[in-house]
């Protein structure tokens, strides 16, 4: 009796399970699969479809098109209903193979309308699951079934292949006729195979109808003449006129009514020299065609065109323009705006699209965009579904146990996905699917998997197919993809240099007499066919581990074997094929797991022998290994030229210090490519710096008294500069350099010594440039063969062979001045690495270390000018101000900068800034002569770097920025250079506010000079109190008298119109009054003097003029204040305020004068309102009064 472990392993045959079609249709052309018996005439003119081709045809992944075209299709057609038309065009877009021909098959043999197809549909959409409402047979049902059966002639079909087999090679060796002939041609062919007649379609056969019909009794006579005219036809051409007219009317074949069609054509334009009204545009001509069509009985036209974008790609320019407008035409005139039942399917490829403007004609009013095959579970389910059907599914599981006991992979997908499959191994099927790509289409695919499948069900088998089974059939496989391009495509022609390593692998491990591969031999041969075949198919180039392989060959090692047994034995037997074998390549990856390959490797120089020779030669070659290591160190791209390409041998491995090394390779050009001293950005307290890295021979440098650059912060805007050792030196050579150089901001950076294996990868990569440079550029199989290997080899070893660089400066040190032996880490590029050691250095170089700004807000050159314009330049940011980027930049870098404090957000304040309190003393310090300039240079040499009176560290934006802020206070100006494109050659306080501020103006600054004590400031100053009614102290700080003096200009800005609106408002009421203003000149000067113009010149001499011209005042003249004069302004300004005040009541004072002019009885009861009324005329008899006291008022 069996045991229960036997019953659940126990397998069916494959023939138990499966069903296979016994042949499978692969769709090249249309015009073979449409129509029954390969589009056999009889078939045609019966509108009898390719049944197969439903059949064979899997719906799911094409459904939501199928949808849409076939719901257009089957809906009613209502030719004045033009706002809601059924025609559609379509663009069809995929590669090569993915099914589209077999979707234009299927959906022109659906539109023929027979019942028995849709029959199909119908079976297939039931087993699938799929509802009535949901199945595709609805739109049989719906609207295709009534327009094609009971007398009615259903879909017109119409199909062509542009390009390739069936429709010949149109445009292909020549560049054909126009798109719209091609399918007058093809309409024509058909209609005149269903129902027999030769009807006019093209706009000569239309000018014959038209002539018989309307011309022939007018130009008969002519005719005849043109006919026999010997300007027009040689004599064996003549034509008698009755004979002519008769060939005509039999309209016996396309051709000769087309003949006599064009020579009508000539008769009228050349004989009687008048142009033919009938329609010969590309929208008349197709339109004609499809009313025509419609007008035999037809419901609708389907026109289906294969290939249209290969066919447009060798069309010339003018041709392409109206390919693309007859598409144009079709989609979108004819079935838009004309609301005519045309369905246009166009079928491309998408690799054309970019060669063609194909753009223009794709949109959902004109070819709606439909692509195939987007998904990798599409491609699965139509290759499965193509070579197998499952009967019985409850099989599948005893296979999935047998598996699982010895491999991992059916654990590592699950059951549903290994049912989903069976029986194929599925990592075969995704390998298969490259390596098809390389050959052909998808059709290669099913081929491969239908044939092999179809050999396993004949033996019966109880094995999943895997990779190996399908070699046999891969290698051998030819085929003309899609008609196209023809020749043999099969690998052993296609790749037959691959392929002969393939062979001579096999024939050294059948050579074998004795050994582990002798024993296992043929687990080997499944190997190098798994490996081969994964090479082919250009996957997993790095290589498969012994657990993939063992998972692709899938026979176990023995009975009993589990998964771990098994992945051992295949390593095993994969490490001896690689020592045997020299096509077999074994890497390691991150993990230290080995990765096996194959790469073919071809008689004659054997490239490991090569490089053991360069090896032991670079073991004694000094210069050899100083090469290498320079090229590590400078390691960027590494082209090499071969006969087919050129190749990075870097694979994508870069030196941290590729862009500041010394080395210039051979095939870089010294002008453009990055070598030497570089200058790089980090990140220091929320603040850009840059920064000078350079290598440097540090041993040379000591020994020869040799300086490093100096830094000049001023001159060059760096802050720092790391120097890198290209070898190791001892510490006292490094303190040697930094005290000559004594500058705490300069880094010193040398490497540790080479480890005894990191030598050993320096002399591997030192071999493997011999070999590049004695083997590149060569023609020779060698050369190929030699550098290919180098560029596989290096694909696994650079990385380590590269890591030597990191790990050796990671074991060095990195010292300054004040900063010796600094703690760092080797990671990333080189501003990472070298960021925390400037910030530490500079931290404890700089005094402007406590300028910081929070992240995420960088102070770059750039920020500086928008603060300067957002904030410094007019001391504030307005009110109500819209956000902009100068504003936000003030807002984001102000505090930072100290020049806005947090109780004033929206000030400029610099009070508590020690860098303009010191920028200040310094320039008053310097400048101690009035009129005395200093050169801006002087403050950046003083304010930058290091080595003014303090080591401020600020850059050249912040000294500007602080300069300027100083300017807004009115305490110096600054004059400015003529590059800067600016009118005046001086900023000051009166113009900075007016000027747009860029990085041009601010390198323009040429000199400072200390604002000098404004003239007639003193003369103005009494008048000016009384004016501000505010005490003003006199001092010689121009930033204090530049606060009054803007005061001031905003005073009479304000009280212009105020004054002036106020004296009318005052003329108005005492003349309504009939009363004399006691106030009216004093009113009349204030606001005079209110209305004078201080703006456009000096604002002092221009005020003190204003009060002579108002109030006639002689401080203008005599250069000094009157105190009668300031107490009379003083007096004035208050009866001008006094007068203010009692306008408040204009409108009480007019009412009381109302009613003081109404007359009113003399009688008792209005007594009291009488003497009330007496009481308020006494009043406004003396205003005067009123005015001057508000108590009284």
């Given at each position: 009796?069996?045991?229960?472990?036997?019953?659940?392993?126990?397998?069916?045959?494959?023939?138990?399970?499966?069903?296979?079609?016994?042949?499978?249709?692969?769709?090249?052309?249309?015009?073979?699969?449409?129509?029954?018996?390969?589009?056999?005439?009889?078939?045609?003119?019966?509108?009898?479809?390719?049944?197969?081709?439903?059949?064979?045809?899997?719906?799911?992944?094409?459904?939501?098109?199928?949808?849409?075209?076939?719901?257009?299709?089957?809906?009613?057609?209502?030719?004045?209903?033009?706002?809601?038309?059924?025609?559609?065009?379509?663009w069809i877009q995929a590669e090569f193979g993915s099914g589209k021909s077999h979707l234009l098959c299927f959906l022109s043999a659906l539109a023929l309308g027979r019942k028995e197809a849709w029959k199909i549909v119908q079976e297939k959409e039931k087993k699938n699951g799929r509802g009535k409402r949901e199945s595709l047979f609805r739109f049989w049902e719906e609207g295709l079934e009534a327009k094609s059966c009971k007398g009615k002639k259903g879909v017109f079909v119409i199909v062509k292949t542009l390009v390739g087999a069936g429709g010949g090679t149109v445009g292909l060796t020549?560049?054909?006729?126009?798109?719209?002939?091609?399918?007058?041609?093809?309409?024509?062919?058909?209609?005149?195979?269903?129902?027999?007649?030769?009807?006019?379609?093209?706009?000569?056969?239309?000018?014959?109808?038209?002539?018989?019909?309307?011309?022939?009794?007018?130009?008969?006579?002519?005719?005849?003449?043109?006919?026999?005219?010997?300007?027009?036809?040689?004599?064996?051409?003549?034509?008698?006129?009755?004979?002519?007219?008769?060939?005509?009317?039999?309209?016996?074949?396309?051709?000769?009514?087309?003949?006599?069609?064009?020579?009508?054509?000539?008769?009228?334009?050349?004989?009687?020299?008048?142009?033919?009204?009938?329609?010969?545009?590309?929208?008349?001509?197709?339109?004609?065609?499809?009313?025509?069509?419609?007008?035999?009985?037809?419901?609708?036209?389907?026109?289906?065109?294969?290939?249209?974008?290969?066919?447009?790609?060798?069309?010339?320019?003018?041709?392409?323009?109206?390919?693309?407008?007859?598409?144009?035409?079709?989609?979108?005139?004819?079935?838009?705006?004309?609301?005519?039942?045309?369905?246009?399917?166009?079928?491309?490829?998408?690799?054309?699209?970019?060669?063609?403007?194909?753009?223009?004609?794709?949109?959902?009013?004109?070819?709606?965009?439909?692509?195939?095959?987007?998904?990798?579970?599409?491609?699965?389910?139509?290759?499965?579904?193509?070579?197998?059907?499952?009967?019985?599914?409850?099989?599948?599981?005893?296979?999935?146990?047998?598996?699982?006991?010895?491999?991992?992979?059916?654990?590592?997908?699950?059951?549903?996905?290994?049912?989903?499959?069976?029986?194929?191994?599925?990592?075969?099927?995704?390998?298969?699917?490259?390596?098809?790509?390389?050959?052909?289409?998808?059709?290669?695919?099913?081929?491969?998997?239908?044939?092999?499948?179809?050999?396993?069900?004949?033996?019966?088998?109880?094995?999943?197919?895997?990779?190996?089974?399908?070699?046999?059939?891969?290698?051998?496989?030819?085929?003309?993809?899609?008609?196209?391009?023809?020749?043999?495509?099969?690998?052993?022609?296609?790749?037959?240099?691959?392929?002969?390593?393939?062979?001579?692998?096999?024939?050294?491990?059948?050579?074998?007499?004795?050994?582990?591969?002798?024993?296992?031999?043929?687990?080997?041969?499944?190997?190098?066919?798994?490996?081969?075949?994964?090479?082919?198919?250009?996957?997993?180039?790095?290589?498969?581990?012994?657990?993939?392989?063992?998972?692709?060959?899938?026979?176990?090692?023995?009975?009993?074997?589990?998964?771990?047994?098994?992945?051992?034995?295949?390593?095993?037997?994969?490490?001896?094929?690689?020592?045997?074998?020299?096509?077999?390549?074994?890497?390691?990856?991150?993990?230290?797991?080995?990765?096996?390959?194959?790469?073919?490797?071809?008689?004659?120089?054997?490239?490991?022998?090569?490089?053991?020779?360069?090896?032991?030669?670079?073991?004694?070659?000094?210069?050899?290994?100083?090469?290498?290591?320079?090229?590590?160190?400078?390691?960027?791209?590494?082209?090499?030229?071969?006969?087919?390409?050129?190749?990075?041998?870097?694979?994508?491995?870069?030196?941290?210090?590729?862009?500041?090394?010394?080395?210039?390779?051979?095939?870089?050009?010294?002008?453009?490519?990055?070598?030497?001293?570089?200058?790089?950005?980090?990140?220091?307290?929320?603040?850009?710096?840059?920064?000078?890295?350079?290598?440097?021979?540090?041993?040379?440098?000591?020994?020869?008294?040799?300086?490093?650059?100096?830094?000049?912060?001023?001159?060059?805007?760096?802050?720092?500069?790391?120097?890198?050792?290209?070898?190791?030196?001892?510490?006292?050579?490094?303190?040697?350099?930094?005290?000559?150089?004594?500058?705490?901001?300069?880094?010193?950076?040398?490497?540790?010594?080479?480890?005894?294996?990191?030598?050993?990868?320096?002399?591997?990569?030192?071999?493997?440039?011999?070999?590049?440079?004695?083997?590149?550029?060569?023609?020779?199989?060698?050369?190929?063969?030699?550098?290919?290997?180098?560029?596989?080899?290096?694909?696994?070893?650079?990385?380590?062979?590269?890591?030597?660089?990191?790990?050796?400066?990671?074991?060095?040190?990195?010292?300054?001045?004040?900063?010796?032996?600094?703690?760092?880490?080797?990671?990333?590029?080189?501003?990472?690495?070298?960021?925390?050691?400037?910030?530490?250095?500079?931290?404890?170089?700089?005094?402007?270390?406590?300028?910081?700004?929070?992240?995420?807000?960088?102070?770059?050159?750039?920020?500086?000018?928008?603060?300067?314009?957002?904030?410094?330049?007019?001391?504030?940011?307005?009110?109500?101000?819209?956000?902009?980027?100068?504003?936000?930049?003030?807002?984001?870098?102000?505090?930072?900068?100290?020049?806005?404090?947090?109780?004033?957000?929206?000030?400029?304040?610099?009070?508590?800034?020690?860098?303009?309190?010191?920028?200040?003393?310094?320039?008053?310090?310097?400048?101690?002569?009035?009129?005395?300039?200093?050169?801006?240079?002087?403050?950046?040499?003083?304010?930058?770097?290091?080595?003014?009176?303090?080591?401020?560290?600020?850059?050249?934006?912040?000294?500007?920025?602080?300069?300027?802020?100083?300017?807004?206070?009115?305490?110096?100006?600054?004059?400015?250079?003529?590059?800067?494109?600016?009118?005046?050659?001086?900023?000051?306080?009166?113009?900075?506010?007016?000027?747009?501020?860029?990085?041009?103006?601010?390198?323009?600054?040429?000199?400072?000079?200390?604002?000098?004590?404004?003239?007639?400031?003193?003369?103005?100053?009494?008048?000016?109190?009384?004016?501000?009614?505010?005490?003003?102290?006199?001092?010689?700080?121009?930033?204090?008298?530049?606060?009054?003096?803007?005061?001031?200009?905003?005073?009479?800005?304000?009280?212009?119109?105020?004054?002036?609106?106020?004296?009318?408002?005052?003329?108005?009421?005492?003349?309504?009054?009939?009363?004399?203003?006691?106030?009216?000149?004093?009113?009349?000067?204030?606001?005079?003097?209110?209305?004078?113009?201080?703006?456009?010149?000096?604002?002092?001499?221009?005020?003190?003029?204003?009060?002579?011209?108002?109030?006639?005042?002689?401080?203008?003249?005599?250069?000094?204040?009157?105190?009668?004069?300031?107490?009379?302004?003083?007096?004035?300004?208050?009866?001008?305020?006094?007068?203010?005040?009692?306008?408040?009541?204009?409108?009480?004072?007019?009412?009381?004068?109302?009613?003081?002019?109404?007359?009113?009885?003399?009688?008792?009861?209005?007594?009291?309102?009488?003497?009330?009324?007496?009481?308020?005329?006494?009043?406004?008899?003396?205003?005067?009064?009123?005015?001057?006291?508000?108590?009284?008022?």
């Amino acid at each position: 009796m069996p045991n229960a472990e036997d019953l659940f392993t126990t397998r069916k045959s494959l023939d138990e399970i499966c069903a296979v079609p016994d042949k499978i249709i692969s769709v090249y052309s249309l015009e073979k699969h449409v129509w029954a018996d390969s589009n056999s005439e009889a078939a045609r003119k019966a509108r009898k479809p390719e049944l197969r081709s439903i059949e064979e045809f899997q719906i799911n992944p094409v459904r939501p098109f199928l949808t849409d075209v076939l719901r257009n299709m089957a809906a009613p057609y209502k030719p004045k209903r033009k706002e809601n038309p059924i025609g559609q065009g379509y663009w069809i877009q995929a590669e090569f193979g993915s099914g589209k021909s077999h979707l234009l098959c299927f959906l022109s043999a659906l539109a023929l309308g027979r019942k028995e197809a849709w029959k199909i549909v119908q079976e297939k959409e039931k087993k699938n699951g799929r509802g009535k409402r949901e199945s595709l047979f609805r739109f049989w049902e719906e609207g295709l079934e009534a327009k094609s059966c009971k007398g009615k002639k259903g879909v017109f079909v119409i199909v062509k292949t542009l390009v390739g087999a069936g429709g010949g090679t149109v445009g292909l060796t020549d560049k054909g006729q126009r798109l719209t002939e091609y399918i007058l041609d093809a309409a024509k062919e058909q209609i005149q195979l269903e129902i027999g007649k030769n009807l006019s379609l093209y706009p000569t056969e239309l000018l014959a109808d038209r002539f018989l019909s309307e011309d022939l009794d007018r130009y008969r006579s002519d005719l005849r003449k043109f006919l026999r005219d010997p300007r027009f036809f040689d004599e064996d051409e003549f034509e008698d006129i009755d004979d002519f007219i008769r060939d005509i009317q039999q309209n016996k074949s396309p051709e000769y009514k087309r003949s006599c069609g064009n020579k009508l054509w000539r008769f009228y334009t050349e004989y009687l020299k008048v142009q033919p009204q009938i329609a010969a545009e590309t929208e008349d001509i197709l339109k004609h065609m499809v009313e025509t069509i419609l007008a035999e009985g037809y419901s609708g036209v389907l026109l289906v065109l294969d290939e249209v974008s290969l066919f447009m790609k060798n069309r010339d320019d003018n041709q392409r323009t109206d390919d693309e407008k007859t598409l144009v035409v079709l989609s979108n005139r004819l079935a838009k705006v004309h609301n005519l039942p045309i369905w246009t399917v166009c079928a491309a490829q998408q690799a054309i699209e970019s060669k063609m403007g194909v753009k223009n004609i794709i949109a959902d009013d004109r070819l709606k965009l439909v692509k195939l095959l987007e998904e990798d579970k599409d491609y699965y389910d139509i290759v499965l579904s193509r070579v197998r059907e499952i009967k019985d599914p409850a099989a599948i599981g005893n296979y999935y146990l047998h598996y699982k006991r010895g491999f991992i992979w059916p654990n590592s997908i699950g059951e549903p996905e290994f049912r989903h499959f069976f029986p194929f191994h599925k990592p075969a099927i995704e390998v298969l699917r490259a390596i098809t790509y390389e050959l052909t289409t998808t059709r290669s695919a099913i081929h491969f998997m239908h044939q092999t499948l179809k050999h396993q069900i004949k033996h019966k088998g109880r094995e999943l197919i895997r990779l190996w089974e399908l070699f046999d059939e891969a290698v051998r496989y030819e085929e003309d993809p899609s008609g196209v391009h023809a020749g043999l495509v099969a690998i052993k022609t296609k790749r037959e240099t691959d392929y002969r390593a393939y062979e001579a692998c096999k024939r050294q491990i059948d050579g074998l007499t004795k050994g582990y591969l002798k024993v296992h031999r043929d687990k080997a041969i499944k190997i190098i066919q798994t490996l081969f075949l994964y090479h082919i198919a250009k996957t997993r180039q790095q290589g498969i581990t012994p657990e993939d392989i063992a998972n692709s060959v899938l026979i176990e090692r023995d009975a009993e074997a589990n998964a771990d047994e098994n992945n051992q034995h295949y390593e095993t037997i994969a490490d001896n094929l690689k020592k045997e074998l020299r096509q077999i390549v074994q890497n390691f990856d991150e993990d230290k797991r080995p990765r096996y390959r194959f790469d073919p490797v071809f008689t004659g120089v054997d490239p490991r022998d090569e490089f053991r020779k360069a090896r032991d030669e670079a073991e004694s070659n000094e210069v050899m290994v100083n090469e290498a290591w320079e090229h590590l160190l400078s390691l960027d791209e590494w082209p090499v030229r071969t006969r087919q390409m050129t190749i990075d041998l870097s694979s994508g491995v870069r030196s941290i210090f590729r862009d500041v090394a010394q080395f210039v390779a051979p095939w870089e050009d010294r002008s453009s490519a990055h070598y030497g001293d570089q200058t790089i950005d980090i990140n220091w307290h929320g603040r850009q710096i840059s920064g000078l890295v350079g290598m440097r021979d540090f041993g040379r440098i000591a020994a020869e008294n040799l300086p490093l650059p100096p830094i000049d912060s001023d001159q060059t805007d760096l802050d720092f500069s790391v120097f890198i050792g290209n070898k190791p030196v001892s510490q006292e050579i490094i303190s040697k350099i930094l005290d000559r150089r004594k500058d705490p901001r300069t880094l010193l950076w040398t490497p540790g010594e080479l480890t005894h294996e990191e030598h050993e990868r320096l002399l591997d990569f030192a071999a493997y440039r011999k070999l590049i440079s004695d083997w590149q550029g060569k023609e020779t199989e060698d050369a190929v063969a030699v550098v290919n290997w180098v560029s596989n080899a290096l694909q696994t070893d650079l990385g380590k062979i590269a890591k030597i660089v990191d790990n050796s400066y990671a074991r060095g040190r990195i010292d300054a001045l004040n900063n010796s032996q600094m703690e760092f880490h080797v990671a990333g590029e080189l501003p990472a690495i070298l960021s925390p050691l400037v910030d530490r250095v500079l931290t404890a170089v700089y005094v402007s270390s406590d300028i910081t700004f929070d992240p995420p807000f960088v102070f770059r050159k750039e920020e500086g000018v928008k603060v300067i314009n957002g904030i410094v330049k007019s001391g504030s940011i307005p009110k109500g101000a819209k956000p902009n980027q100068n504003i936000s930049a003030a807002q984001n870098f102000g505090f930072g900068l100290k020049i806005i404090k947090k109780s004033a957000e929206k000030e400029l304040d610099v009070t508590g800034n020690p860098y303009v309190q010191d920028i200040w003393s310094f320039i008053d310090d310097k400048l101690a002569d009035e009129g005395q300039t200093m050169k801006v240079e002087t403050l950046y040499k003083n304010f930058m770097g290091v080595g003014g009176p303090k080591d401020y560290g600020l850059t050249r934006r912040m000294v500007q920025i602080f300069l300027l802020c100083l300017v807004r206070e009115g305490r110096v100006r600054v004059g400015i250079g003529a590059k800067s494109g600016l009118s005046s050659s001086i900023l000051d306080y009166s113009n900075l506010a007016d000027v747009d501020f860029s990085a041009r103006i601010l390198d323009s600054l040429t000199e400072v000079q200390k604002m000098a004590k404004p003239e007639n400031w003193e003369v103005l100053r009494p008048y000016a109190e009384k004016l501000l009614g505010e005490a003003i102290p006199s001092t010689h700080d121009d930033a204090v008298i530049s606060n009054y003096r803007a005061m001031l200009r905003d005073l009479l800005a304000q009280e212009k119109d105020v004054a002036s609106r106020l004296e009318n408002r005052a003329r108005g009421l005492f003349e309504t009054l009939k009363r004399a203003n006691p106030y009216e000149t004093e009113l009349r000067q204030v606001a005079q003097l209110f209305s004078t113009d201080i703006e456009s010149g000096d604002d002092i001499n221009l005020l003190l003029f204003g009060l002579k011209e108002a109030l006639g005042y002689q401080a203008f003249d005599t250069n000094s204040a009157s105190q009668a004069e300031v107490d009379d302004l003083a007096n004035r300004l208050k009866n001008y305020r006094d007068v203010q005040r009692f306008l408040e009541f204009e409108s009480e004072i007019r009412t009381a004068h109302a009613y003081c002019n109404s007359l009113f009885p003399e009688i008792q009861d209005l007594k009291e309102i009488h003497k009330v009324i007496r009481k308020l005329q006494n009043k406004l008899a003396n205003l005067q009064t009123y005015i001057d006291s508000d108590v009284k008022l």
